[in-house]
T-cell receptor
Framework: GAVVSQHPSWVICKSGTSVKIECRSL??????MFWYRQFPKQSLMLMAT?????????EQGVEKDKFLINHASLTLSTLTVTSAHPEDSSFYIC?????????????FGPGTRLTVL | QQQVKQSPQSLIVQKGGISIINCAYE??????FPWYQQFPGKGPALLIA?????SEKKEGRFTISFNKSAKQFSLHIMDSQPGDSATYFC????????????FGRGTQLTVWP
């Protein structure tokens, strides 16, 4: 199957700093990427939908100025958590939609564990 | 509002047994129903998916049964193995919304050796 990578896999930062997470589709082009947040033993919560070359669409309740999303190319989307605070600590997962040809499937990255001290 | 309802929340099965997880939805516009498997600390991995034009799809030990009239679908894991112990999520999507997935709450499966 298609591969989606995330970097870093885990990060620890101090309160008030910004953290950037990268999501790459390695063997396909993704016009749409999604960013999720997951708390322990809970389901995935969609934060935003990112389309290449346009502004991201954020879900209700997600602060767009705090969670900056950039989808600069068909294989790369980034999530920047600005002025991070301990309550932003979570597992962040991206996914990429492969909708070329006969396929239309969403593949997930391995996730990034963010801990804000 | 939970668009996809999943049950049970947790499931314990003996090795070699059949694991069954159920999901239900309301929105008849959904036309794609995937199941994802997630191990602790990892991202979800696509397991198997079905579209409404078929009532069943089988891949190895994993089978999706789909009941369009009841708006329900289920995952059956035959000959369950300890390595199947993970959290399983059902999801639904409609093509008109660029693939946005609506997830169930997840089922934590434990397979006893």
């Amino acid at each position: 199957g298609a591969v989606v990578s995330q970097h870093p896999s885990w990060v620890i930062c101090k309160s008030g700093t910004s953290v950037k997470i990268e999501c790459r589709s390695l063997d396909f082009q993704a016009t749409t990427m999604f960013w999720y947040r997951q708390f322990p033993k809970q389901s995935l919560m969609l934060m935003a939908t990112s389309n290449e070359g346009s502004k991201a669409t954020y879900e209700q309740g997600v602060e767009k100025d705090k969670f900056l999303i950039n989808h600069a190319s068909l294989t790369l989307s980034t999530l920047t958590v600005t002025s991070a605070h301990p309550e932003d600590s979570s597992f962040y997962i991206c996914s990429a939609r492969d909708s070329w040809g006969d396929t239309d499937t969403q593949y997930f990255g391995p996730g990034t564990r963010l801990t804000v001290l | 509002q939970q668009q996809v309802k999943q049950s049970p929340q947790s499931l314990i099965v003996q090795k070699g047994g059949i694991s069954i997880i159920n999901c239900a939805y309301e929105n008849t516009a959904f036309d794609y129903f995937p199941w994802y498997q997630q191990f602790p600390g990892k991202g979800p991995a696509l397991l198997i998916a079905i579209r409404p034009d078929v009532s069943e799809k089988k891949e190895g030990r994993f089978t999706i049964s789909f009941n369009k009239s009841a708006k329900q679908f289920s995952l059956h894991i035959m000959d369950s193995q300890p390595g199947d112990s993970a959290t399983y999520f059902c999801a639904a999507s409609k093509g008109s919304t660029l693939g946005r997935l609506y997830f169930g709450r997840g089922t934590q499966l434990t397979v006893w050796p």
